[in-house]
């Protein structure tokens, strides 16, 4: 199957861009009637054949549409510290994407490593992952967000956040008592629900931010006993959600 990124894609009649055609007619040697596959990134997947193999300005007509292409029934944003090295975020993103992902969050705390990041490296990752995968939405990536400006926006669904503290939920304990551990998110989350996940940096949510977001309706959850590198923690929380929606 040959899949091609059309964000601004026209029916019944669209020319690929320069960069697409290329890939097409030189990269690929399609020609004139041969078939190919479009998605939008907004749901939108198409199948179209070409009708000029110009490899400058490849023409196709669409012959078949198909709205909200595989739409998943819930909706994923992770909302995580990216490290010092931005290729094991990359890393994430190609990765969550192919497993299913619809927003991600760069988001600056106190013990972040890294405070920019370039969008426009990073959404060259997404397109190649989504039509790696063929899906037909590509996340929202947004800009880098401030740890505190993140846990207070509003958000449809249910709330985590993982770190490596002891469970810091419950203010007060009987004297002596234990805090009883922190819960896995594949026992917290509700099916079918959408999810916001944070994710910290290297050195951990500070304990302040921690509280913070449990101010603000968060819960604690654990990945496990293993303590994770950022992004595996933040690709086994995909994968969790995805697998448990299955």
Known sequence: MHLFYTPDITVPVYTLSEDESKHAIRVLRLVKGDVIYLVDGNGGFYTAEIIDDNAKRCTVTITETKK?????PFYLHIAIAPTKSID????????????GINEITPIECEHSERTIVKPERLNKVLVSAIKQSVKAYIPKLN??????KLVQQEFDGEKFIAHCYPNLSSSSFPSGEERKDKVHLKKLYSIGKNALILIGPEGDFSQKEVELALQHGFKEMSLGKSRLRTETAALLACSTINILNE
Not at 68 to 72: A, D, P
Not at 88 to 99: G, H, N, P, S, V
């Open 68 to 72: 909200e292409y595989n739409k998943r």
């Open 88 to 99: 094991r975020i990359e890393w994430f993103l190609e990765k969550a994407t192919e497993i």
């Open 143 to 148: 800009e880098m967000c401030d740890f505190e």
